[in-house]
């Protein structure tokens, strides 16, 4: 059954949170919670601190990128290159920072599932797996391969991370993107895992 995390002053912390990123984006936000709860209790992590690390993962998604700046330098994180070469990893790691020092989230495992939900990153714990596929595979999602990800998602946490990661860097290859040596550092580990089961090879 699910427990529901308990969030303090809920309401007004949504209705902070969804001034900032859109009620579409606070939606999806919940579906995630949801997701990320679900798969908690299925691989025996605690459903508590993936609800939390769901509900806040996009908490700072905003797009102006000088507001983006602004909120770095206000909750003392630094702008790394990799921000300048891709934008949209900010919020992640902002929004772990936000979370810690405004809505006093205070623990790592939950910090850190935020900080990587778009990057990912070598070694994973189950609860960053958890965060970055629920946030790939929530139930309206809609995408080229979304039901085979969904499949994997509640069969293996592995597998299913070895794919979005292949799909997403498939992805920005194709669109000549930019992509961050954390989410191929990531990838390799994966693909290490899945080709050896723990093999050397
Ligand atoms: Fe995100
Ligand atoms: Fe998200």
């Known amino acids: 059954m699910k427990r529901q995390a ?3 002053n809920k309401e007004e912390i949504q209705k902070e949170i969804e ?10 936000s919940l579906r995630v919670a949801d997701m990320a709860q679900d798969l908690a209790i299925k691989y025996g992590e605690d459903p508590e601190k993936a609800y939390i690390a769901g509900y806040y ?19 003392g994180l630094a702008w790394t290159e990799d921000f300048d070469r891709a934008p949209q990893l900010v919020h ?18 939950i910090l850190s599932a935020m900080a990587y939900h778009t990057t990912g990153k070598p070694s994973m714990t189950g609860l960053e797996k958890i965060i970055y596929l629920a946030d790939y595979g929530e139930p309206m999602r809609n995408f080229d391969g979304v039901d085979q990800a969904r499949d994997l998602i509640f069969k293996d946490l592995d597998s ?10 498939r992805f920005l ?29």
């Open 6 to 8: 308990i969030i303090e």
């Open 57 to 75: 993962h996009d908490c700072m998604k905003i797009r102006d990128k000088d507001q983006l700046k602004k909120a770095t330098k206000d909750y």
């Open 19 to 28: 001034e900032r990123i859109g009620e579409k984006r606070m939606k999806h």
């Open 92 to 109: 992640s790691f902002l929004g772990a920072k936000v979370a810690e020092k405004r809505y006093g989230i205070k623990d790592p495992e």
């Open 173 to 201: 290859l194709d669109k000549e993107s930019y992509i961050t040596p954390l989410s191929v550092q990531a990838r390799n580990d994966f693909l290490i895992k899945e080709k050896t089961h723990g093999q050397v090879f």
């Open 160 to 169: 299913a991370m070895f794919y979005a990661l292949n799909q997403t860097i």
